[in-house]
Each structure stands twice: as C-alpha cells, then as structure tokens.
C-alpha cells in the first residue's frame, strides 16, 4: 500500500482519499492465497531469518530433521538475499552525467546591449577582447564593465553600476538583451577569505545585481576548462567548476534572471566563438525559443556544442573492474561525524587494518570512545586525529606522523563538510570561505600532498546539490562541483578518484531523520537512502572505476513537477519518468487556439460581470477537482490557494488544468503570482479580453473590499505602510493627469516599486527619516 497526506485544510465531511484496494492482489483473490503471497511469505521469513515461520510456509511442521537442515542454511540464505536487495537498490540509485552534441544551425544574430562583466584580473587577456568581438559581430552593442581589482568586499556597488548601464542602454536605444559574466575566470585567492576564489565571490555579487534588474535581462556566466565532456576531456580547472554549482541554484532561485552556462575550450576559434553567439541568442530579446527548450548548460568545443544530461547508470551486473578491500592506512575525514561513522564501520567491517578518523575535536569529539571501542572490536586499529583539514599545516603534520609510525596512506575518505543553507542573496565571501574550507581545501591538500602511486581509492563525498542545484544551497552547490571536478580530473591523471554526489542519507548527514528536515525533500521526490545499500553504492563506484556517479532515490514524477516549476530543465529529458512540467495538458498548438476562441466568443456574448463570474466559476471547478472535493462551491474564491491546501505539485496540475480549459499558455507560478481563485479569474479575463480588461477600473465593491482589508490589518504597521505608499502615488499620478510613458512618473513608479519589495528594516528606516527620527 501507499501512503497518502493528510489534507492541509479542515476537515468538510466529504470523502478525501481516493478509492484503493487494501486487500491481496487480485491473482489472489480466487483460490486462496496464490503463488504471489507464497513467495512473498517465503522472501520475508527468508530476510527475517525466521526459521519457524519459514518451516510453517513450507509445510515441514514435525519434520524435525528438515527443519533442522533448513536451519544450518538459513542464515546463508539470508545473509545472500539481503545483499542481493541492497545491490538492487544501489545499482537502482546510480546516474551520471553525460554530454550530448547538439545539432549545428545558423547563428542568428544579436539584439541590443550587451554587458559583458569582466574581472580586473585578465581584462586584458585576449580571451575577453575575443568574446567582446564576437558580440559585436554578430549584431550586438556592448559594453565592458570591469570591476575593481579591490576583492576585500562584496561589492555592493555593482547593483548600481548595472542599473546606470541598463539606463544608458535604453536613453541609446539599445536595451539591454544580456549580461555576459566572465568573472569566473578569475581564480585568485579572495583578498579576505583565502579560501575561496575572487570569481565566486563576484558571481555570489553580480547575481544579486542582476535579480534588481527588471525581468527578461539573462544573465550567462562563461568558464574554460571548468567541465569534460566526456572521452579522454576532464576539466583542467576544476576551481572554475564552482560557478557551475552556484550557476544550478541561481536558475532556481532567480529563473527570470537567469541564462544559462557556458564553457569553452582552453583556446577558443572563431567557430567556436561563433557557437558562443549561438547559445546566447537562446534567449535574446524578441528571439524565437528553441523548438525543443533552452539550453543552458552547454559546452562550446571544436568539434560542436555538447549540452548536459543526466542519464540512468545501472551496472546491470557488469562485472566490476576491481574487488576492492580496504588494507592498510584508511584515512576518513568527519571520522568522528553521522556519515564518517558510517563509513568507519564499514571499512573495518570490510577488513581495513588502520582507521584514522580526523576532525577538529579528535578523541574529544562527542562519542569518539564508544566509536573507537566499537571499531577495535571489529578488528581495525583506530586513531583519533584532531586534525582540520582546511589547514594545509596541519594535514601535512598528519600525514608525516603516520610515515614516522610506518603506516602508509592507502585511501582517502573525504566525508568532511559543513552546510549552510541561505538563499543567494544572504550569501556573499564570508558563507562561501565557511563552506569551502574544509570539503574544498581540504580535498586540494590530500591530493598535492599524497602521493598517488601508494592510493588504492580516493573518495569524495559530494551532494546531489552540486549537480542540479537545490534552492537555498548556493555556496553549498559550488564546492560540491567542485570536487566533482576534481574527482573527474584526478582520474584522468591517474589518480584512484571517485566523487559521489549523493541524495539524503536516512539516518545521517544535514537532512537526516524523519522529521521536519527530510519531509520537505520526501514530498518532493527526493527519498532518503538508507545506510546500508548506499554503502554497497559505494563500493560499487570504487569498484566499476567510476570518476563520479550520482546516488539519489527518485521518485522522477514527482521531483521533476517541482524541479521545472518555474522553466524547463532539460538536465532531466532522458530520465524516465521525470515528464517536465512545463507542458501543459493541450492537446497541440491548433486545439489551444480553438479553445481560446470558443471561449473568447462565448465571453463577448456576457456582460463584465458574467464574464468574471463564469471565469470565477471555471477556476473553482477545476479547484475543486484538483483538490478532491465533489463540488465547486467547497471553493471558497477569495481564500488563498495555500490556505486550500496547493503545494508545489497541485499548482502545476491546476495550471495545466486551467491551460487546456482556455487555451492560454499559462506560467507555472500561476496560484502564487495570483493567490485566490477571484485574482485568478482576473487574469484569465485580462489574458483572454486583454482590449477590454485593459480600460477597466476597480469598480466600487472592490475599493470597499480594500477598504475593510486596511481595517483589518490595522496593526500590522509595515503592511499598513506599503498599501498606503502605492495609493498615495496613484493619487498623486491621477491629480496630476500624468500620462504612461512620460519619463518622471515611470521613475516613481520604479521607486514605488523598490518600496514594496523593500524589506521591513528598509522601510523602518524610511519612516524614521520621514519623521525626522534619524
């Protein structure tokens, strides 16, 4: 059976569940039980090792003898089908990444200006001056904004900068069609957070500009050498693979903002710069979209365009390269953490002679005695090392204290690693050195410091983040790549390294349990692995050879409705059942315009407020059925869609609802951009009369509902402030008869604007200085 959420609105005396059957299959249902619930009975006496209820489903009761021979086997029998079931799942988990070539097509050309955002270090290499060329070439205006060479901020100016560039491209009339960020080629260390490079703390900066910009300006962020596409190519700078990890959660957070990834080659031709123009002008203004989507994480090589998938990589039972075991010196960073012990237990489980578990607090660290006592038992020797591992000094004296002992390194398991979790905006230097010390430098200081040749594996822990972004785990994301990178790049060189990106482990690591961590990811599609089967994934990846795999139980449906919520993904197209959730529900492009007609015409023939009625009608209809209940009027019209219980998923099902019923191509955010059924019709009306619902004015009732919505939120100061700012401006524009389009009122527009996304110590701030307080 399945389990099925509680509804999130009150309980109405109507049927919610859907109608399933709890009883036996139906090959069960005539005849008694069938050899379906013999075999299931049987595997599950089997995996129990219960040799009395496995006696009794094979008739051997008095059979003293047999039962007794059944009883020498069974833990044999048991102990194979629980690896048998824990290969499946592991093998069921497994995906990788993959390049595509993307067929070639004429390069259309360029609109508008483009910023071409450059860092002061190498603004004069000719790289910049090439790509700059290139835009101008093919029809663009553009502008070179180099930063300053001084890293030791975050650069709050940049927002500024940006906008004065946009008002110089409009006053030319040329707006702006893109921002080209080439700031990830700046690899140096940041001036005050060593530990990270000036280039992701410029691209943390210049996509916050960006998100103040108005919607429809993409920004597109340029690497070289940060991926391999495959074959014999493996990134050559993997710290330029950062601002691919931040690029992923980016999209997610700020879609309206976003264009895409870009990586050239080393030395890139004219052809090459060509196809750079190409994927560009994806989403430059005015430009037709691709019949099949935007691109936006795409390699730029001399043999073509290669885009990015991820793909199913099941071994399928292939025999492995190797059968590794653990001998000698294992090195496990985060020893003494929820996944290091994990770890820790398996490798002495697997015959590891020597255990050396790091982290800052060593044997202080909370349960290091009980861990020790508890692998020693198990055979290893074990050593708690207070070691932190983003101190290059540090691991150095590690590593020469283990030689003095005679004990050589022979793997590395890099579990060390710290979260932060912020949306970008709140992310600058500060949260990204704080995640990178230690998962990225302490990686970096292994690799240079160990030598290769004595390595038997080399493992990287990373995160499912790095690889299609996770909103809320920006700088989280870009050292997880990273290491990605680092990984696919050790291997090429000969270096035993794998990188495993994993999904949620059930029982450790940031979303571990069951409560209000992992809920969010189960609902989302996103199942937590149990320990023991990611365990056999992991010798699996060291054993098939693999540079890096990505671990995760999908439920595909589910997480790919909410994954395109807001844009297409074609990350996703070639896995099964990730059905993207941009399409909507239509038929073809001709049924839709037949549907907007017929409905179009239907409207004509009613008045204004008919019109709205029966559009009001037709969304709770489909309210109602998306939800459950048997009838429209349970849908209350101006109650909030999250009050009545839409997540992520039923929104888009209402959206795709509502986009086969009119015809329209409707957004994904459509309950959230439009929160209550009566604001929902409105727009319906204004999209399918847009001449008529243009002219039309608030009528009286609905002054006298924002009348009483004032009322009732008298206390609510800040809400009560914002409100008042937006109607004393329209009161000033209508006393004054301004005209739309004169340039003054459209910059109190723009302030008004600022004003109601300004946050609550904005404002506070605001009305102090009104008042003469500050």
Request: aromatic residues 4%.
């Amino acid at each position: 059976t399945h389990p099925a959420d509680l509804p999130t609105y009150a309980f109405q005396r109507q049927h919610y569940w859907p109608s399933v059957s709890f009883g036996r299959p139906e090959a069960d249902a005539v005849g008694g039980a069938g050899a379906g619930a013999v075999d299931a009975a049987f595997w599950e006496a089997v995996g129990q090792a219960d040799l009395a209820g496995l006696s009794e489903t094979l008739d051997l009761a008095g059979d003293d003898a047999r039962v007794a021979a059944l009883g020498d086997v069974l833990p044999h029998l048991s102990a194979w089908h629980r690896e048998r079931g824990e290969r499946s799942a592991a093998d069921a988990w497994r995906y990788r990444v993959v390049w595509r070539p993307l067929a070639e097509a004429t390069v259309p050309a360029l609109t508008g200006t483009w910023l071409v955002v450059v860092p002061a270090e190498g603004a004069d290499e000719s790289l910049v001056g090439d790509v700059t060329a290139a835009l101008g070439a093919h029809g663009a205006t553009t502008e070179r904004l180099v930063l300053t060479d001084d890293a030791a901020t975050d650069r709050p100016e940049l927002a500024g900068v940006l906008r004065d560039a946009v008002r110089r491209a409009a006053d030319a009339e040329r707006p702006v069609g893109g921002v080209l960020s080439l700031v990830a080629l700046d690899e140096r260390p940041h001036a005050a957070h060593a530990t990270v490079p000036t280039g992701l703390v410029d691209a943390l900066a210049l996509v916050k500009a960006v998100a103040g910009l108005a919607d429809g300006v993409p920004l597109w962020s340029l690497t070289r050498g940060a991926v391999g596409v495959g074959g014999a190519e493996a990134p050559v700078r993997p710290v330029q693979a950062q601002a691919w990890g931040l690029g992923r959660v980016a999209a997610l957070e700020h879609p309206r903002h976003w264009g895409g990834l870009v990586d050239l080659p080393e030395r890139p031709d004219d052809k090459a710069l060509a196809r750079l123009v190409g994927v560009l002008a994806q989403r430059n203004p005015g430009a037709q979209p691709p019949r099949d989507g935007v691109e936006d994480q795409v390699a730029v090589r001399a043999s073509g365009v290669f885009t990015r998938r991820l793909v199913p990589a099941a071994t399928g039972g292939a025999r492995p390269a190797r059968s590794w075991r653990p001998g000698g010196t294992a090195i496990v960073t985060g020893g003494t953490g929820a996944v290091g012990r994990q770890v820790a237990r398996w490798l002495a489980r697997n015959g590891a002679d020597h255990l050396v578990l790091t982290s800052r607090a060593g044997e202080r660290a909370e349960g290091a005695a009980d861990l020790r006592a508890e692998l020693t038992a198990l055979g290893a020797r074990v050593t708690l090392a207070a070691c932190d591992v983003a101190d290059r000094d540090a691991v150095r004296a590690l590593l020469d204290g283990l030689a003095a002992d005679g004990d050589t390194v022979r793997a590395v398991l890099h579990a060390a690693g710290v979260g932060l979790l912020a949306p970008l905006s709140e992310c600058g230097a500060e949260a990204a050195a704080y995640v990178a010390g230690g998962k990225v430098h302490g990686a970096h200081h292994f690799e240079e410091l160990l030598d290769p040749a004595d390595l038997d594996a080399v493992v990287y822990f990373t995160s499912v983040a790095g690889v299609w972004g996770v909103g809320d785990h920006g700088v989280y994301a870009a050292a997880n790549a990273h290491l990605d990178a680092l990984a696919q790049r050790g291997r090429a060189r000969g270096v035993p390294a794998v990188a495993l990106s994993w999904g949620p482990w059930a029982e450790a690591g940031m979303a571990a349990g069951a409560g209000e961590a992992q809920a969010p990811l189960t609902r989302h599609g996103v199942l937590p692995l149990d320990p023991e089967p990611a365990l056999v994934a992991l010798q699996q990846a060291v054993d098939h050879g693999d540079a890096h795999v990505v671990l995760a139980d999908m439920d595909w449906e589910r997480f790919a409705t909410v994954f395109t919520l807001s844009a297409d993904r074609p990350l996703l197209r070639e896995i099964p059942g990730a059905r993207p959730a941009h399409a909507p529900a239509e038929a073809d492009a001709s049924t839709a315009a037949d549907t907007a007609a017929e409905l179009r015409a239907r409207l004509a023939e009613l008045s204004a407020t008919e019109q709205e009625q029966h559009l009001l009608d037709l969304v709770r209809d489909h309210t109602a059925g998306v939800l459950g209940h048997a009838a429209p009027q349970a849908v209350e019209a101006r109650r909030a869609f999250s009050d009545l219980g839409f997540d992520s998923l039923t929104a888009v099902e209402l959206r795709n609802r509502l986009g086969g019923a009119t015809g329209l191509r409707l957004p994904a955010t459509l309950v959230f951009d439009h929160p209550t059924p009566a604001a929902l019709a409105a727009l319906l009306r204004a999209e399918i009369l847009p001449a008529d619902a243009g002219h039309t004015l608030p009528s009286a009732a609905d002054l006298d509902r924002l009348e009483e919505a004032l009322a009732l939120r008298a206390g609510d100061d800040i809400a009560r402030t914002r409100v008042v700012m937006r109607l004393e401006s329209l009161l000033a524009k209508l006393h004054r008869g301004d005209e739309p389009g004169s340039g003054e009122p459209a910059e109190r527009d723009g302030a008004v604007a600022g004003l109601e996304s300004a946050t609550n110590d904005e404002l506070f701030d605001l009305i102090d200085r009104g008042l003469g307080l500050s």
